[in-house]
């Protein structure tokens, strides 16, 4: 059986401490090659190189746009709580790697859970309160374009997952059996499930499965086309005021 990453899992006991100075040790999945891969490599090399050149950019020019209000959130951040103005995680990358995701600091520095299994809820205590503020209105991601630009993410595809993340009690890859054909391509700051209002906490299966499913239908239907209508759908949903919380 081919695989991306070891097929081992390593346990590990972490103290209170030891969580958060060292996030980034989250065990690993066992990750089947999807079946499919070959199919993707035969895409169009004009196609994939549009949409990293579109990404990259995208992420700059965003970058540059918005730095003063980027800057003026990492005052507030501190100011709020005295911690640290990033929050980083390990996550699934292209091809079942792991790369490291950048996100401004919304919850509280000795609540954080650095793995990401223990997802957030609505009116969760770990959130600060201006945290609340940039979760609400998703401008907690806004970091991760520093990814896009590193080329560990791209602008749109499907959403990045924690290494072990869960739904309905069960880890993805066992409630999902496809759940790796996700990570054919780039992760994406936003994705098709999150605007067919697939994300948050997925406590029932079929909305596991549903996520999954948009994430896959993506990768087989890939265009630039559908690139800008995902992105035009996240912007209009943020100007109306965001889905986060």
Same mark, same amino acid.
């Given at each position: 059986?081919?695989?991306?990453?070891?097929?081992?899992?390593?346990?590990?006991?972490?103290?209170?401490?030891?969580?958060?100075?060292?996030?980034?040790?989250?065990?690993?999945?066992?990750?089947?090659?999807?079946?499919?891969?070959?199919?993707?490599?035969?895409?169009?090399?004009?196609?994939?190189?549009?949409?990293?050149?579109?990404?990259?950019?995208?992420?700059?020019?965003?970058?540059?746009?918005?730095?003063?209000?980027?800057?003026?959130?990492?005052?507030?951040?501190?100011?709020?709580?005295?911690?640290?103005?990033?929050?980083?995680?390990?996550?699934?990358?292209?091809?079942?790697?792991?790369?490291?995701?950048?996100?401004?600091?919304?919850?509280?520095?000795?609540?954080?859970?650095?793995?990401?299994?223990?997802?957030?809820?609505?009116?969760?205590?770990?959130?600060?309160?201006?945290?609340?503020?940039?979760?609400?209105?998703?401008?907690?991601?806004?970091?991760?374009?520093?990814?896009?630009?590193?080329?560990?993410?791209?602008?749109?595809?499907?959403?990045?997952?924690?290494?072990?993340?869960?739904?309905?009690?069960?880890?993805?890859?066992?409630?999902?059996?496809?759940?790796?054909?996700?990570? $054919?391509?780039?992760?994406?700051? !936003?994705? =098709?499930?999150?605007? &067919? @209002?697939?994300? %948050?906490?997925?406590?029932?299966?079929?909305?596991?499965?549903?996520?999954?499913?948009?994430?896959?239908?993506?990768?087989?239907?890939?265009?630039?086309?559908?690139? $800008?209508?995902?992105?035009?759908? !996240?912007? =209009?949903?943020?100007? &109306? @005021?965001?889905? %986060?919380?």
């Amino acid at each position: 059986m081919n695989v991306f990453t070891s097929n081992k899992f390593q346990d590990m006991a972490f103290s209170a401490k030891a969580v958060r100075m060292k996030a980034f040790d989250a065990a690993n999945s066992n990750i089947r090659q999807p079946e499919s891969f070959a199919s993707l490599s035969g895409r169009s090399r004009l196609q994939f190189g549009l949409k990293r050149a579109f990404d990259i950019l995208g992420a700059t020019s965003a970058l540059v746009i918005l730095f003063p209000v980027l800057l003026t959130i990492a005052l507030f951040i501190v100011i709020d709580d005295g911690g640290p103005v990033f929050f980083r995680q390990i996550r699934w990358g292209l091809k079942g790697s792991k790369i490291t995701v950048y996100k401004f600091r919304s919850m509280r520095v000795d609540l954080c859970d650095p793995t990401g299994v223990e997802q957030t809820v609505k009116g969760d205590r770990r959130v600060t309160r201006i945290g609340a503020f940039l979760r609400r209105t998703n401008i907690d991601e806004l970091p991760q374009l520093l990814n896009v630009i590193k080329g560990d993410m791209a602008l749109i595809g499907p959403r990045c997952h924690a290494i072990n993340m869960r739904a309905a009690g069960m880890l993805y890859e066992e409630l999902v059996p496809d759940y790796h054909y996700r990570h $054919l391509m780039r992760p994406g700051i !936003t994705g =098709l499930a999150q605007t &067919r @209002g697939w994300r %948050g906490p997925t406590e029932r299966p079929t909305e596991a499965r549903a996520r999954i499913a948009s994430d896959i239908y993506y990768i087989r239907n890939f265009s630039l086309w559908l690139d $800008l209508k995902i992105l035009f759908r !996240t912007l =209009l949903s943020e100007l &109306r @005021g965001g889905t %986060g919380f």
